[in-house]
């Protein structure tokens, strides 16, 4: 079992950058994929990044290619989403997620609210 508990969403001008952490319990971190999705209000939830459980690999989603930056740091059970040149429609909840596929939906957290005003 694995527990994951996002940070770091705000408020943010259109421009500017956030980082997202989620932290992960369990001794198995480095055994999963992680990754980050993102519903926003009346859409579904959709992908944004994933990683590799070595950090080898990365996978991104066209809208967020080039701005986002997904990242892990297997000693302190955290991965990391770093959001630059924000745009409003980058508003939503952003989730964490942990899993054995490429792109990892086995475990979930509670999300993290990521607001860009215009």
């Known amino acids: 079992q694995v527990q994951l508990v996002e940070s770091g969403g705000g408020l943010v001008q259109a421009g500017g950058s956030l980082r997202l952490s989620c932290a992960a319990s369990?001794?198995?971190?480095?055994?999963?994929?992680m990754g980050w999705f993102r519903q926003a209000p009346g859409k579904e939830r959709e992908f944004v990044a994933a990683?590799?459980?070595?950090?080898?690999?990365?996978y991104y989603a066209d809208s967020v290619k080039g701005r986002f930056t997904i990242s892990r740091d297997n000693a302190k059970n955290t991965v990391y989403l770093q959001m630059n040149s924000l745009k409003p429609e980058d508003t939503a909840v952003y989730y964490c997620?942990?899993?054995?596929?490429?792109?990892?939906?086995?475990?979930w957290g509670q999300g993290t609210q990521v607001t860009v005003s215009s």
């Open positions: 997620a942990a899993g054995l596929k490429l792109v990892p939906n086995d475990y």
């Open positions: 369990g001794r198995t971190f480095s055994s999963y994929a």
């Open positions: 990683i590799s459980w070595s950090g080898g690999s990365t």
